[in-house]
């Protein structure tokens, strides 16, 4: 099946700084993808759907100013995490929506550990 | 609203078969999905369903009546490593998944 990576796999930060992770497909092209943080226990949860060459829609409670969200191509979506603070500590994950065959199917990449001390 | 429902946790035996029921309302359908998910890994596809009928891939099969808002992953010959947690999630019409929170199968020799 088609392949999605995610980088850094660990993350380990300072509050107060800024990570990004990246989200690629490798093997399709991308023209829309989630971001998903799923914390200890819980479901997933989407943050936003992002959308290449234009801005990502966000759920209501994520902040767009905290969450920044680039799709600067059909293969690639970044996550910022601003100004992290321990509660932003989670498992985040990006699936990568393709649309070949004509058959719907959403890709997960392996996920992100984001620990902020 | 929109709403998934499954069991929270399922307890099975190796060798035998499961069944994992999940039951939805959302608004628009677009095709259920079932995922699954080892402890601290994102989850796997494992199926796609958006017409009526059974889908058989293997050791897995999973069911689906629109009519009723009803799926169930069905799991046979079971394996220890298939002791994972089990996510259904319906795609709505805005294209988005409506995740269930998923079902913790246990396998016990």
């Known amino acids: 099946g088609a392949v999605v990576s995610q980088h850094p796999s660990r993350v380990i930060c300072k509050s107060g700084t800024s990570v990004k992770i990246e989200c690629r497909s490798l093997d399709f092209q991308a023209t829309t993808m989630f971001w998903y943080r799923q914390f200890p226990k819980q479901s997933l949860m989407l943050m936003a759907t992002?959308?290449?060459?234009?801005?990502?829609?966000?759920e209501q409670g994520v902040e767009k100013d905290k969450f920044l969200i680039n799709h600067a191509s059909l293969t690639l979506s970044t996550l910022t995490v601003t100004s992290a603070h321990p509660e932003d500590s989670s498992f985040y994950i990006c699936?990568?929506?393709?649309?070949?065959?004509?058959?719907?199917?959403?890709?997960f990449g392996p996920g992100t550990r984001l620990l902020v001390l | 609203g929109q709403n998934i429902d499954q069991p929270t946790e399922m307890t099975a035996t190796e060798g035998a078969i499961v069944q994992i029921n999940c039951t939805y309302q959302?608004?628009?359908?677009?095709?259920l999905f079932w995922y699954q998910q080892h402890a601290g890994e994102a989850p796997t596809f494992l199926s796609y369903n958006v017409l009526d009928g059974l889908e058989e891939k293997g050791r897995f099969s999973s069911f689906l009546s629109r009519s009723k808002g009803y799926s169930y992953l069905l799991l046979k010959e079971l394996q220890m490593k298939d002791s994972a947690s089990y996510l259904c999630?319906?795609?709505?019409?805005?294209?988005?998944?409506?995740w269930g929170a998923g079902t913790k199968l246990i396998i016990k020799p």
């Open positions: 699936s990568a929506r393709d649309l070949t065959n004509k058959k719907e199917t959403q890709y």
């Open positions: 999630a319906v795609m709505d019409s805005n294209y988005q998944l409506i």
């Open positions: 992002s959308n290449e060459g234009s801005k990502a829609t966000y």
């Open positions: 959302t608004s628009g359908f677009n095709g």
